[in-house]
């Protein structure tokens, strides 16, 4: 009797593992699988490529889950996933635990907007003085000289300001204290950059979501979001002050603008916040996705590479549409040599 | 019944190490007996794991910071400097201003409920109240940030300066999103979990205590105060602490509404953060391993609290439903 039990006991694993062969190259069946996590901000372009990408090539199954930066690095660094995603570049810490040399695949552009609610002001501008001044909570009334004096003809109303800012650890937030830090000493000295931080003034609200809600219902409020956010949500914008004396409203075009001024480094990561190109939005960022120098299965190697290079070229082309600006040329041609040299087991990964 | 009644072969059949298992001779029910204690112990291994997986989390934190953790108020992720004690104020104070709230509007539902209402309201008035608690968190905190938030700005917190502003409790900038903000919604919140074990308490009074106290002539309010509520004083505590521990844990909404700010202040009016907003705001993407052993501990410590609160309830529960009449004093 016990003999008969093991029997079908050893049959049942033997037809479980028979279903789900995987091949040593990472392939099922021929179908190739390839797990992805990390950044909440660039999701809905990933999961728009993600999705045209099968379209196109059914035998490539992207799965990304946007768990947040931080747990995507971790993932990735315990090999659970193929591929990362993050806005900020990974730390030098991050790197040292890494058990093989990991690259950034720069793949998208966003920006950070800074949103007010003053119904009585439809149009503000502010420097990077006035705006570190306000978050610093030197500043604290709309009426300031200093904001009067960048908005010349504008009567500005005289209310306390609400700051608000991300209470849960984001990219955005990265994005947004590493060009404070940047144009302002004090800053960098009291707050510094993160993802999360110790804000000296306001209050925290969760998600862009939270952050537009507050913003929405105090008047006088002041906050920072993602730029798509600021379209559905319909908040007033800010005009930032850039480092060509220009005063910006952030778009799609302003934010390649940015980078095409920026050289991108050997590393491929770059801060491109407080761009000195004409026409640059000053608050924006590269988000990356990370990926292994050298992925040990051939068949997950290839299917991951190909599709980096088709979301450099092909894939730009669906981020306008969702509020994300499309990588300036040479940027493409750049990380495209990249790709090109990634491995699998020594070999090129690519046929 | 029958293989009773033939014991020799069941003895041959029984394996050496059954009797071990327990006294009975029938071995489906040492079997039973021993898989159900698996299944209860299953539970205390769990309760023990997730303790033990935090604290070996929050290893590095013990020995960063020790005991100065639950005594500093700096938490500053940039400069990975971590204390808890504004978490652990925030939670403390949004909960008892919560309960502070909450009770004497769930004790008096739940006492309409079970002594004063009409037969046929009674139950759609239960149901409604229990319907309550089946609402999501998330949909009472965006309630909260879009109806109660700017309702506090605008109308409550103006009124409270001005009648009661020389207090510092009441004092500093409206601004909607705070600690009272925070506390109304976790009150809205327990609500129901109060009144409607409360109300199954009031139903366990024997119903001799009542007529008692009737044929004494008491009153309504005294057949309550006199016969009901000394007899049932334990589960109605009981009910308030599982209440207590609704609020502690409380997540969404309160991180909606309490500004999310690591400071200790004086004032309602002012935004604080408790232990599980902190959780959730910055789990996910915390990269830095002090920063994630300093999480691992805030978690410990809510669920330290919010255990030992739970086994209080329970304590309290028991007292009242074994029985014992306190009877009226």
Redesign the interface.
Same mark, same amino acid.
């Given at each position: 009797m016990c003999a008969r039990a093991l029997f079908w006991i050893a049959a049942l694993v033997v037809s479980l593992v028979g279903c789900r062969g995987v091949d040593p190259d990472g392939s099922v069946g021929g179908v190739v699988n390839l797990n992805g996590a990390g950044a909440t901000f660039p999701f809905p372009l990933y999961s728009k490529w993600t999705f045209e990408y099968y379209r196109q090539h059914p035998t490539v199954k992207i799965n990304y889950q946007s /768990?947040?930066?931080?747990?995507g /690095?971790?993932q990735l660094l315990a090999e659970t996933v193929d591929f990362g995603a993050t806005d900020a570049p990974m730390?030098a810490?991050?790197r040292r635990k890494a058990p093989r040399t990991i690259h950034h695949i720069p793949a998208t552009l966003g920006a950070v907007a800074v949103a007010y609610n003053l119904p009585s002001v439809p149009t503000l501008r502010l420097s990077s003085e006035t705006l570190s001044a306000i978050y610093l909570g030197e500043i604290t009334s709309w009426n300031d000289p200093r904001i009067a004096e960048v908005n010349p003809g504008i009567a500005l109303p005289e209310q306390?300001i609400?700051v608000v800012y991300r209470?849960?650890?984001?990219?955005t937030t990265a994005v947004f204290s590493d060009y404070l830090a940047k144009v302002s000493p004090r800053w960098k000295e009291q707050?510094?950059? @993160?993802?999360? +931080?110790?804000?000296p003034k @306001? +209050?925290?609200?969760?998600g862009n979501e @939270?952050v537009s809600?507050?913003v929405k $219902? $105090?008047a006088g409020a002041i906050g920072y979001l993602e730029l798509a956010y600021v379209h559905t949500a319909k908040l007033q914008v800010v005009a930032l002050k850039n480092r060509s004396g220009e005063f910006i409203t952030p778009s799609v075009k302003a934010v390649t603008a940015a980078a095409s001024g920026v050289k991108l480094p050997e590393s491929l990561t770059t801060s491109i916040t407080d761009s000195a190109s004409p026409g640059a939005y000053p608050i924006a960022s590269y988000s990356y996705l990370l990926v292994y120098e050298d992925h040990p299965k051939s068949a997950k190697a290839a299917a991951l590479a190909s599709f980096l290079l088709w979301s450099l070229r092909d894939g730009q082309r669906f981020a306008e549409k969702l509020h994300y600006a499309p990588l300036p040329e040479e940027v493409v041609t750049q990380v495209e040599a990249r790709v090109k040299q990634l491995t699998t087991g020594g070999k090129p990964a690519l046929p | 019944m029958s293989s009773v009644s033939n014991p020799p072969s069941i003895v041959r059949r029984t394996p050496r190490w059954l009797p071990l298992l327990g006294r009975s001779a029938n071995p489906g029910d040492a079997v039973f007996r021993s898989v159900s204690r698996l299944f209860a112990l299953l539970i205390l291994v769990l309760v023990l794991a997730m303790a033990a997986q935090m604290a070996f989390a929050a290893e590095e934190s013990f020995k960063e910071f020790g005991w100065g953790f639950i005594t500093s108020q700096?938490?500053?992720?940039? !400069?990975q400097r971590y204390g808890a004690l504004p978490f652990i104020f925030g939670t403390v104070v949004s909960s008892l201003l919560a309960l502070l709230l909450a009770v004497p509007v769930a004790l008096g539902i739940a006492i309409y409920l079970s002594e004063l209402a009409p037969l046929w309201l009674r139950k759609p008035i239960g149901f409604l109240v229990e319907l309550l608690a089946a609402v999501p968190s998330v949909v009472y905190g965006?309630w909260g940030? =879009?109806v109660l938030?700017?309702l506090m700005?605008t109308t409550v917190e103006p009124a409270l300066r001005s009648t009661l502003g020389f207090l510092p409790l009441f004092s500093g900038?409206n601004? !909607? =999103? !705070?600690m009272l903000s925070g506390g109304v919604i976790l009150a809205i919140m327990i609500l129901p979990t109060i009144s409607s074990v409360s109300r199954e308490v009031l139903q366990a009074v024997p119903a001799n205590l009542r007529e008692g106290a009737i044929a004494l002539g008491a009153t309504r309010w005294e057949v309550v105060r006199v016969g009901v509520l000394p007899y049932a004083r334990p589960g109605l505590v009981g009910a308030v602490i599982l209440g207590l521990g609704r609020a502690l844990g409380e997540t969404m909404a309160i991180?909606?509404l309490i !500004? #999310?700010?690591?400071e200790i202040s004086a004032s309602l009016f002012a935004?604080s953060?408790t232990m599980a907003?902190v959780l959730? #705001?910055? =789990?996910?993407?915390?990269?830095?391993?002090l920063?994630l052993a300093a999480l691992a501990e805030i978690s410990l410590l809510l669920f330290a609290v919010t255990l030992l609160l739970n086994i209080v309830a329970r304590l309290l529960v028991w007292q009242v439903s074994r029985g014992e009449a306190k009877g009226a004093r």
């Open positions: /768990i947040g930066s931080g747990g /690095i971790r730390t810490d991050e306390g609400t209470s849960d650890g984001s990219g707050v510094g950059a @993160g993802k999360s +931080l110790r804000w @306001g +209050l925290g609200a969760k @939270g809600g507050q $219902t $105090t | 700096k938490w500053d992720p940039v !400069g965006l940030v =879009f938030a700017p700005a900038p601004q !909607g =999103f !705070g991180t909606m !500004g #999310n700010r690591p935004p953060y907003s959730a #705001n910055e =789990f996910a993407e915390a990269s830095q391993d920063h």
